[in-house]
Structures are given as C-alpha cells and as structure tokens.
C-alpha cells in the first residue's frame, strides 16, 4: 500500500485518476501545489475558490460512501486515509470561508511587479503536509487535536504572513488590518471544530476510523475478544473466502473451543475455560518505537500511560495505513497472555477481510526467511502445501494478517544472531506492498530480551499488563462458573478473590492465576491455608503439589515413602535448574548448560527402597518434565537439524526461592554430617564442598528475594538448630580464605570467575547466611586479631575488587554495619537489611583515639592518601580525591590534623563551616581554635585557614556582631591573616 505524498494524492486516490471531481480540485489547486514556487495571483484565487473547494471536497468523500461495497480491506484503508486527508483540507478552508475577512482576496490589486512574482512555497507545502496530519491509535485524541491546532495555525499564520507581504496591504486602513489579523487569527481554533464534526461523520460511516483516533468507545470487558469480531464483521465488505483461505480459518477458530492452556497439570474432575469462555484482554501500554528506545526496561514502560482499550486499539492498528509498514512487536512477560492473544486475534478476524497465519516460530525452521516460515506455518495448521504468493494473490478482498509468536524463543534457544529479523520482516512487508499485496504483522516476544533485535522504522511496541484486580475478579468468576457442578460433586468451596488477591504478584499474570486456581482445586487448600500464609509456605506447596501430581500421572500406586523421595527428587531438579540461571545471572538456561549442571552436582533426593527407579533417561533421551510445569517456560526452536531449548521460570520468584531452599538444604546436610563427624573416632572439618560449589559464583544478595526465603526458612527452625547452623556458619567463614578450592565438584563450571573471586563470593554467601540466622559481631568473625575491624577492612576490599559492581552493591545494601565499642576495643555489629543512609562518621572510632587535644597524623599526610588513591585507579576513591583537591593543595595540613571534644580534622571543621547555609557560632569557635591548638602549622597555613574562616564570619549575617566580635577578639593577634 503506497504512502500517499501529498494532498492531490489524496484527491486522486479517492475520486479516481479520470473523476471530473478530481479534475475540478485540480483546476482550483493544481497551479498551488503542482509548481515548486506558485505564482501570488495563483494563491489568491485558490483563496477566493475556497467555497467550490469545500463543496467538491465533499463530493469526494461521499463518493467513497457510494463505492465502499467494492473496495478489499486494504483498498479501503487507503481510501480512508485519503478522505481524512482531504477533509483536514477541507475543515481549514471551511472555517476561512466563514471568517469574517474585511476584504475579498480577488479584490486585492496587485502591483505589475506581483502579478509576475512568484509566492512563498509555505502554503502549498503545509497544504500538501495534510496527508501526514493522520490520528493513530497510539495518540491519545487531545494530543492529535492539538497537533492539528499547530497545524492549522502554521498554514493560517502563512496566509497572513503572505497577504502582509503585498503592497496592498499598506493602502489599507489600520482598522481592516486589525480585522484580518483577528479573523484568521480565529481560522485554526473554528477549523478544529469543523474538523472534528467531519470526523465523526466519517465515523459514523467507517467506525474503524474512531479507532485510530482512540475515540471508540470503550465497551466492558468481553471474552476472547468478541466485540473485536462483532465490530470487523459489521463492516465486512469483503466476498466469502475460497477453501484453502476457509480451511485456515477452520483450524483456527477451533481454538476457541480448546482449553486455554494445554496442559496436563489438572486435578481429576476440573475443568479448565476453554479459549472462548476464558481469555480476557489485559491492559497495556503502547508506543511508536525509535531504534535507540529501551523496550526490555520496565522502567522505561513506566512513562507510557496505562490504557484499557485493546480491542479497540488492534481494530484501529488493523485497519490503518500503519498495520502494512512496519510490524507491531506484542510484548510480555512469560505467562502473561502474548501466545494466547496471537491463537484469540487467528479465531476471531473475519475470513472475509482478513486472512490470519499463525507462525508459532518454535515450530518453524529457524533460519528460513520470514516467507518460508509462513508456508510452513500453513502446512502445519491445514496439511497443504501452499506457496505464500498463491496464497497471497487468492486473498482478494481480505487482507493477510500474519502473526508471528515466540520471537524470544529464536533469540533465547539458537545460537545464531537473529537481531536483524524484525528488520527482514519490515523488508517482506514492503515487498509484499510493492507487489500489490500488503500484510499486516503482528510479532509477539518475551520483554527481557526485546532489545536484542533492531526495530525498523514505524514499528509499534505494545506491552502487555499484568492483570488488575478487576481481571482478577473477572476470570475468577469464569473459573468458579464453569467448575461449579465439579465444585459441587466434590464438595469445594468456589475461589474467593480475596484468597487470589492475597498473592498479588502471581495473581497478576493470567498463567500463574490459572496456577493458584488449580491449587486450591486440590481439596480448598490455598484457601484453608488461610491469610497468614507465609511467602516461602506459599512456594513450597506449590511446587510440592505440582510435583506430586506429575509423579503420580506417570508412576502411579508407589508407596508413600517411595512417593516423597520421587517428590523431594523432582524438587531439587527444579533446584538445579534455578541455580543454573541463578549463577550465570541469566533469566533462563540452555538445555545443555542445564545437562552438564545436572551431571557436575549430581544432586539427588532421599534415598528409599525403589526410590530412584522409574527417574527419567537423561535430558537428551527422554522429555523433560520441567516443560510440562506450570511455572516453568519451556523456549524451543528448529534448527536445521537439531532443536533448541531453554529453560526459564514464569515468575523469577520461583527460582529465587528454589535457590534459597536447595542452599538451606544443603546447610542442613552439611550441619548433620557435621555433627556425626565431631562425634566419631576420626573428627575432622566439615566438608562443605556442595555448599562451597552452589554459593561461590553470586552472591545471594543480587536477588533480594533469596535473602527473604532464607530468613523466613531460619525463622521457622528451633533456637536449638539456629544456634547449631550458625556455629557452623561462623567457623566456615573464619576459615574460608585459608581453605583449599572444592575437589569435588571441578566441572560445574557455570561461569569462570578467577580463583579470587570465587573465595571473595563464598565468604559473602556465607556472611549471608549466617546473618540469616540472627547478628553477628566482628569479634566472633575475627577472634585472632585484637582489632577485628582490621581484618574486616581486608575482607571488605576483596569483596570490592573480586565482586562485580552490582554484586558489590547488593552486598553493602543488604547488610547493615554497625560499628561500636566492646570496652575499649572496637567492633563491628552486623545484621541483615541496610537502611539506605550511612550514620555519621565518628573518627573516635575510626582513629581509634580518646576526644582531646589536636594533633597531626604524618603517615596520613594528603598527597600520600592521594598517591595511593592515584594508584588504585579506584573510581570511588578519585571522586573523594578530585572533590577535595582545591583543599589538599592549598590546606594540606587541614586534612590529617585532628582532635576536638568529637575528634573533628581541622578540614572538616572548615569546610563544615564553607558549606552549610547557617553555622552556628560554636561552628565557627571550634574551627577559629584550632591553630592555637596545633604547633605544626607553618605561617603561609595558618594565615590562608584564618581568611577563609573569618571572610565567611565577617559576611555571615545570621551571626550577631556580639559574637562575630567576640571569636575575633579571642583569637591571638599573630594568627590573624596578613592584609
């Protein structure tokens, strides 16, 4: 469909080439806007002629009223994107035309030297911009009317400036001028009136044209997007599709009578909605999109305004000139519907003007071209082998709508670089316009990963919104509706929102709300858990429950004990794949990373009699059960001959919490054989090989969450066994830097940190935990030395030089330090959850001195500390260098003398008093002491250090004269500065 260049496009498109509609504009505007620069008797009689140009503007439009029995989707669509065009036109020279002007502009006599010159091109360029002046759904309708006010003030403000710019204009009396001025001064706001009245005609004609301004109205929530159809049904002007086109439309409205989630996770006797009854159109933001845009930033969503309208937006986006120019990119986070709205959008278009493809691009060949995944796309979904050109061509009337669903599946599962393929399809939307056969499409991706393509130009982003609690509600009812015979036969409760909504962040994505609906379908069980259900209580059911019911689907009557071990063995496989994504910091993980994970940890459950038979052949062999669970997204996609996967969990929380529970697993473990060791003939040191392999490649700290689960997991343990893991904790932490790397476990290897970092992470994740368990003093961290703040400094700097930056920051974030006093010595006082504000320094405790009298530190001299800095190449510490530098060149002595009654430096106490807006005066009395006090200081200091401190007093007006005298008076004559 070819973008329409200007006004006479419009025109032409829509009366056609040999229209005597079209040839009457042209007479009236041609001579305006076929020239480069047209001629001021030319414009002038454009401007009288502004009344039969209303008039055969709407005949133009009328005409497309007449004909639209004929016109395809896309036909129309380009014809209504003319008539838009012709009445902004056409409302602007409407409101002229009722302008009250002082003069009729046929009536200007022109000099000789006008009637030959040619006229500013302003005004034929800013009439022939009115094909660009087109709403959009993504414009909210005051935004477009105010652009449209610009619009209509540049071209009036054109006209005046041109009229002005005749000699006529000075013949004419003030008083006219004044008239004019203030008549088209008018023209613009009387133009959005007139223009919006034409508007809602055509409409009211074509009400997909109130979608692309965003002013259809909003109708209540309906399933599947049923009025979506309704609407494109009654405008419907295409012919019946023929059998292939009909045979797609089958196989895709069969889904709405398919259950809304394919799974076999389902209690006996409960019903999951089908497609039809049960899919709810999410909120959601939507915005054009440029290629440097951050679109997997959630934060960068957060400035896009909220709207409720999607099916009013699809039926806008569908139906205007954008849909075939660039495609609009669906994004989501995994579970929250992107799947199910492509299978809803592919049932619900009308055969007869649109022709849907699905492309569910795990399915597909992954390096084919965009055209070569349709065709196999069709032969999947009807068993034909359709070329898409044949296909294309035997449309007709009905536009291709085609959408392609799981792009993040490409980017995740392959190991080859898709980040040009929004860009190709862009390239086959063209081509296919060239050739006479726009298609719309529609691309659906995961958030997180949506940056890792180019978008091309023109392309749309819209992301889909987490359930509210009116959907919440909504689908609720739907649930309890269509189980509430089972709900009957087995004597359950229907679901209160209530119960859901106590779970907002799971409740808030439709696939893990279909997930706490079957839970509690399991004999009432989140709703008899009650209100006070803790996070981590919460996690370990769910988890338990989906993992029973699976082993009990594929290995029925095992025995009870048999049946936990084959539980508790799934639970830790689940572990191990968080830890997986966990220690690469990754949202997801290869099926071959995650295999050779598997066979470096050898991780496995309790053992019992038959406990480990029946488990499953190793990943390549046999399908892994994770992709059958609710809260774990299987990626996949086919390669040429191989298939890719990945694995990643709905809902990050699940593996933050399966990481918490394998690492508190293993402490336990650890702690057991720990205690059967001290006991035995032989004792020796606990072997934390496992727990040293899982913890030392992250800190627990990046995912805050983690720390939660394990707090709430030590909170739930017996005084008895706190105190227990914690002995154990301390003592592994005392001896972490002196102990040699794990033996055990060399190739699990999900990243590969130096050897440093490895030990500086450990000592982290074992600081964790252990302030998991309650707080900790220095003086038990460091019994040895007899200042342990020594020994904590050192550990702290391997922290900030092995851990990344993020990891360095989790770290000082989630542990708070306090430091304090045991007598005379200094500790540290350590506990979880730092507040975000550091308490002020206290140097009695930093120098390790008693308050007194003033005295210099040599082996702190400044241009030492800046020596060392200079050579760390810390960034922190050249921020604090480069901050105090004009101090350390002039004042060096300032900087390394201290004392006072709270052990100020002599700098502190100056620049205390050059910044803060209001000292006091005992500010100023403390500082104006020190060089009585200090015997160090040479002449030159001590002059500069007294002008600085008594210029600010002397201009300091919040301080009395009285006192402003007094400081003075007691400082000693010679220390005084030299005039």
Known sequence: MARLLGYLDAVRLLGGQDSKLVSAVE?????????ATPAAPVLLGLFDAKGELVRLSHELVRTLSERRSGLSRASRTERLEAAHAVLVVTAFFEAMEQARLPFRFGDLELTKAEQSSLADRAIPATVDQAPMMLPSPLIAPETYLLSLTAYYGSLAGSITTFTAGLAVWERLTVGRRKTFYDAMSAVPARAVLRYEELFRQLAGEFPEVACWASQREHRATRTALAGLEETLTAISTGRAPDQRRAGLALAYRAELGRRIVESGDVPDGIRVPELGEGYLPPRFRAVAVRANDQVSEESWWDARPVRDDLPEFLLGHLTSPQAVRAPLLVLGQPGSGKSVLTRVLAARLPAADFLPIRVILRDVPTLDDVQDQIEHAIREATGERVEWPALARSAGDAMPVVLLDGFDELLQAVGVSHTDYLTRVARFQRREADQGRPVAVIVTSRTAVADRARTPEETVALRLEPFDDERVIAWLDIWNRVNAANFAARHLKPLAAETVLAHRDLAGQPLLLLMLALYDADGNVLQRSGPHLRADELYEQLLRSFALREITKHREGLPDRELAAAVENELRRLSVVAFAMFNRAAQWVTESDLERDIAALQITGP?????????????????????????????????????????EFLHATFGEYLVARLSWQVLQDLAVRDAAASASFHPGPAEDELLRALLSFQPLSVRAPVIDFLAHLAAATDDHERERLRGLLVRLYRAVNHAPPAARYPAYQPQSPSVPARYATYAANLLLLTLCLGDVRGSELYPEPPDPVDAWHAQALLWRSQLSTDAWTSVVDMISLERTWAGNRRDLRLSLYSTSVAPALDLDWTLNVDPGSFFTLPDLHPEQLRLKSYFQCSVLDDLVHHALEPLVTHLPATVNTFGGSGVDSAAHLLLRILAHPAPSADDYQRAADVPALVQSWDEVTVSNYMRLLLDRLDNDDKIAPEVVAEIRNQVPRGMLPQE
Not at 27 to 35: D, E, N, P, S, T
Not at 610 to 618: C, T
Not at 621 to 647: K, N, P
Request: proline share 6%; hydrophobic share 45%; charged share 20%.
């Open 27 to 35: 007479k009236i505007v041609g001579g305006a806007l076929l020239v």
């Open 607 to 647: 053992v019992g009699p038959g406990a480990a038979s029946g488990l499953r052949a190793p990943l390549p062999e046999a399908e892994l059960t994770l992709g059958r669970f609710f809260f774990i997204h299987r990626a996949r996609s086919a390669g040429d001959e191989t298939r890719f996967q990945t694995y």
